[in-house]
């Protein structure tokens, strides 16, 4: 990546998932503000960054995201990471990036496909860089959803073009299949981070192509974060449930 840009650096992302004593990346795929503010106050302890789809949200306004989301999870350490998987040029990801919902202003992470190549990761930091902010980029290696295109070869080419790059911070990995996990971490080795979708303790849950695998397994595997959406905010306890997969993947 181009010299000037001041990034969040691994070291900071994984220090502050250390700070909170937590492996769990909530994935608060909800449709409301009040939704979303509710489930942070309720598991923030918990979680180490809170994922979101914003251009999900039904009645975004940037300024009640900014006071009812994005300032509790200040106070209480946890990280945005906006899911957005940029997948275009670097100026339309830059110009994605300052649009109405002003994901610059506000995300530590967002994800990013390495497919319409690399100057994409530019892109996106060009526009934290014009907020004033750092940030990091997660590239999709691998994905949990069945019949997806992103095969071993593909996953390789990701890893070899993005490894060096100051900008991105690690990978998201197939947390349905520790060897999946494992495999990647073989090719990341150890300065990048790997975070995996795809967990949940009942497997029961999977809908619309979507494969969970178990947090223990995606730790031990090699996996530095798990990403949990359902088993948490469709739990009827979601605060028991945190606790739970925060204990689950300790190891």
Same mark, same amino acid.
């Given at each position: 990546m181009s010299?000037g840009?001041?990034?969040?650096s691994? #070291?900071e992302?994984?220090?502050?998932m250390?700070? $909170?004593?937590t492996?769990?990346i909530?994935?608060?795929?909800?449709?409301t503000i009040?939704e979303i503010s509710?489930?942070?106050? !309720?598991?923030?302890?918990?979680?180490c %960054?809170? $994922?979101?789809h914003? &251009?999900g949200?039904?009645d975004f306004?940037l300024?009640?995201?900014? /006071?009812?989301?994005v300032a509790p999870a200040? $106070? %209480?350490?946890?990280?945005?990471? !906006?899911d957005?998987?940029f997948a &275009?040029?670097?100026?339309?990801?830059?110009?994605? %990036?300052?649009?109405?919902q002003r994901?610059?202003?506000?995300?530590?992470?967002?994800?990013?496909?390495r497919? /319409?190549g690399?100057?994409i990761? =530019?892109?996106?930091?060009d526009?934290w860089?014009? +907020?004033?902010r750092r940030g990091?980029?997660?590239?999709?290696a691998?994905?949990s959803s069945?019949?997806n295109l992103l095969?071993?070869?593909? +996953?390789?080419k990701?890893? #070899?073009? +993005?490894? *060096?790059?100051e @900008?991105? +911070?690690?990978f998201i @990995?197939?947390?349905?299949?520790p060897g999946n996990? /494992?495999?990647?971490?073989?090719?990341?080795?150890g300065?990048? %981070?790997?975070?995996t979708?795809?967990?949940?303790l009942?497997s029961g =849950?999977?809908?619309m192509g979507?494969?969970?695998?178990h947090?223990k *397994?995606?730790?031990a595997?090699?996996?530095?974060a798990?990403?949990?959406?359902s088993g948490i905010?469709?739990?009827?306890?979601?605060?028991?449930?945190?606790v $739970?997969y925060?204990?689950e993947a300790?190891?």
């Amino acid at each position: 990546m181009s010299a000037g840009y001041a990034c969040l650096s691994v #070291d900071e992302i994984r220090s502050s998932m250390k700070e $909170k004593g937590t492996r769990v990346i909530l994935a608060a795929d909800l449709f409301t503000i009040s939704e979303i503010s509710n489930i942070l106050n !309720e598991v923030g302890g918990h979680i180490c %960054m809170l $994922k979101t789809h914003v &251009d999900g949200i039904h009645d975004f306004d940037l300024a009640r995201w900014m /006071s009812e989301v994005v300032a509790p999870a200040r $106070k %209480m350490g946890v990280l945005m990471f !906006e899911d957005r998987k940029f997948a &275009d040029i670097g100026y339309v990801s830059k110009i994605q %990036m300052l649009g109405h919902q002003r994901i610059a202003e506000w995300a530590d992470v967002v994800t990013a496909h390495r497919i /319409s190549g690399p100057d994409i990761i =530019e892109g996106i930091h060009d526009a934290w860089k014009e +907020c004033g902010r750092r940030g990091s980029v997660a590239v999709l290696a691998q994905m949990s959803s069945s019949g997806n295109l992103l095969d071993e070869e593909y +996953c390789r080419k990701v890893v #070899d073009s +993005c490894r *060096e790059i100051e @900008g991105v +911070c690690g990978f998201i @990995g197939n947390g349905s299949n520790p060897g999946n996990i /494992s495999e990647l971490r073989g090719l990341v080795g150890g300065a990048k %981070m790997i975070l995996t979708p795809g967990i949940n303790l009942n497997s029961g =849950e999977a809908r619309m192509g979507q494969r969970y695998g178990h947090p223990k *397994e995606a730790i031990a595997a090699g996996s530095d974060a798990v990403i949990v959406g359902s088993g948490i905010i469709r739990n009827a306890k979601p605060l028991a449930a945190a606790v $739970k997969y925060a204990k689950e993947a300790s190891v």
